[in-house]
């Protein structure tokens, strides 16, 4: 049973990947584009919550391999844990009578021509979400994290003659991508205090280590830095804190 519960979570991103390629390859058949996209949506987020109830009932996790990057050394992860199996059955929730509805929704809210270009960005933007929410490391994270970002800027500007739809898609991308930056910088601050990009490794950091990841990341969002102040922690790390004295308008 574990076994089979295991493959679960790959086999819905298989399930995923194939409705996209088959949601573009019937691009020119709006009707077909439609079912294919939402009821793939639909197989694969009823695998994802199969999952997700199997390691809430249990108390087991499930943890596996995505995909290994042999150039880089590094490997894209996944654990199911019950706090993440948790996220996992409310996205079903939701994203199970979604797709059922959109077959119909679709029709006449989306132009025919671009009815495959949304219903592949729902299957990315669903796919992402779940990938961010059992991504066992920083860098399957992140990646999920920069994946679901375009897809959702994709669906925003799914009207794109229009202005007001290309600024928005414009200013999302923008305050989304300055939230990754802060992301990044924070992640790895604790990454080079816990010499991991496992976030098991880095949960385990101790509390000094959280608290000058904390700080860096604060201080990249606030843009904090114009003196330096150096100190040391009690555990021992050295920690550099720049801070910005605000100059206020006379």
Known sequence: M??????????????????????????RRAQACRWTSML?????????????????????????????????????????????AWFLMVLGLIGIPIA????????????????????????????????????????TFLCAWEVMTLATAALVATEHQERA???????????????TGCLVVGFLALAAQTGSLAFLTCCRATWCQAHCATVCLCSSSWGLASRR???RCTCGCPRRIRRRQAVSPR
Not at 41 to 70: D, E, F, K, R, Y
Not at 165 to 179: C, P
């Open 2 to 27: 574990h076994e089979l519960v295991a493959v679960g979570l790959p086999a819905a991103f298989a399930v995923r990947l194939l409705t996209i390629a088959a949601t573009m390859l019937l691009a």
């Open 40 to 84: 793939g949506s639909l197989v694969a987020s009823m695998l994802t919550m199969t999952v997700a109830l199997t390691v809430i009932t249990s108390g087991q996790p499930v943890a596996g391999l995505l995909a290994p990057h042999v150039a880089s050394g590094l490997v894209f992860d996944y654990a199911v844990t019950p706090l993440s």
């Open 100 to 139: 059922v509805y959109s077959v119909a929704y679709f029709a006449h809210a989306v132009a025919a021509p671009r009815t495959a270009l949304v219903g592949s960005a729902f299957n990315v933007l669903l796919g992402s979400v779940e990938a961010v929410f059992v991504a066992n490391g920083i860098i």
């Open 165 to 179: 739809s290309r600024g928005a898609a414009f200013l999302y991308l923008v305050m989304s991508h300055i939230g």
């Open 229 to 231: 102040v150096s100190s």
